[in-house]
C-alpha cells in the first residue's frame, strides 16, 4: 500500500517567493496533520484536519502560512511570501478516524524547504 | 514550560547495554502516549504505544507513571541499528493532535 505522499521532497527558493507543499494522505484516513520541523524548535503541529475541514490551526505561525484539503485525498500548505525562517522540514501526516486513541499516524518522507 | 520535555542527550553507549530515556508532560489530562523513533533525514515512526500498566517488545520496555507524569523508554542489549532520535508523544484529552518532544538521540558504538 502507498504511504502518505508528499511532494516535492526538496525545494530551495528565493526569499518572497510562494512555497507550496503537497500531500496525498492514506487512502481511507479521515485525519491529515502538518507539522514543520527544525533543529531549534523540533516538530510542530501547524495543523490537523478532520474529513477535509480545518480543527485546530493554532500551530500556524502567521498570515503568511496557509493550508487547504479541497478533498480526501489532497492537501496543500503555502507559504507566502516565504522568509528564510521557514526553511524546515514539513511533514504530512495521517491518521484512519476509528474510536479510540490508538491509531498510529503515518508520516510522509517530508519536503525539505530551504528559502535563501 | 513545554509540552513535552525530554533529555537530547546524545546518549553514547556501547553495544550491548541497556539505556533509559525519560520524558515529562505538563497536561495532567493528557490520555495516549507513545514512543517514535526518527532515523537521520527520515521521518518519525512509531515505535511503541505506552500504557499504564507499562508494556514490552522485545528489547524495548515502556513505562507511564501518571502521578509524576513521565513516561520511561528502556532498551536492553542495544544495538549499532537502535541509533537513532527516540520522540516522546503525548495526546492531550478529547484531542487527535499528536504533542512530541524535541527528541533524544541515542548512538550505539561497537
Known amino acids: 500500500d502507498a504511504g502518505v505522499i508528499q511532494s516535492p521532497r526538496h525545494e530551495v527558493t528565493e526569499m518572497g517567493q510562494e512555497v507550496t507543499l503537497r500531500c496525498k494522505p492514506i487512502?481511507?484516513?479521515?485525519?491529515l496533520f502538518w507539522y514543520r520541523q527544525t533543529m531549534m524548535r523540533g516538530l510542530e503541529l501547524l495543523i490537523y484536519?478532520?474529513?477535509?475541514?480545518?480543527?485546530?490551526d493554532s500551530g500556524m505561525p502567521e498570515d503568511r502560512f496557509s493550508a487547504k484539503m479541497p478533498n480526501a485525498s489532497f492537501s496543500t500548505l503555502k507559504i507566502q511570501p516565504s522568509e528564510p525562517r521557514d526553511s524546515a522540514v514539513y511533514f504530512c501526516?495521517?491518521?484512519?478516524?476509528?474510536?479510540?486513541?490508538?491509531?498510529?499516524?503515518?508520516f510522509g518522507e517530508g519536503s525539505w524547504l530551504t528559502v535563501v | 514550560r513545554k509540552e513535552v520535555e525530554q533529555d537530547p542527550g546524545p546518549f553514547n553507549v556501547p553495544e550491548g547495554a541497556t539505556v533509559a530515556f525519560n520524558c515529562t508532560y505538563s497536561n495532567s489530562a493528557s490520555q495516549s502516549f507513545f514512543w517514535y523513533r526518527q532515523d537521520c533525514r527520515k521521518e518519525p515512526k512509531l515505535l511503541m504505544s505506552v500504557y499504564s500498566s507499562g508494556n514490552e517488545d522485545g528489547r524495548f520496555t515502556a513505562q507511564l507513571n501518571r502521578a509524576s507524569q513521565y513516561i520511561s523508554l528502556l532498551i536492553r542489549d542495544s544495538k549499532l541499528s537502535d541509533s537513532a532520535t527516540y520522540l516522546c508523544v503525548v495526546v492531550p484529552q478529547g484531542s487527535y493532535k499528536l504533542i512530541f518532544g524535541s527528541g533524544t538521540r541515542l548512538l550505539v558504538r561497537p
Open positions: 501526516a495521517s491518521r484512519a478516524g476509528a474510536e479510540g486513541t490508538g491509531n498510529t499516524i503515518y
Open positions: 484536519f478532520n474529513n477535509n475541514v480545518p480543527i485546530d
Open positions: 487512502s481511507g484516513h479521515d485525519y
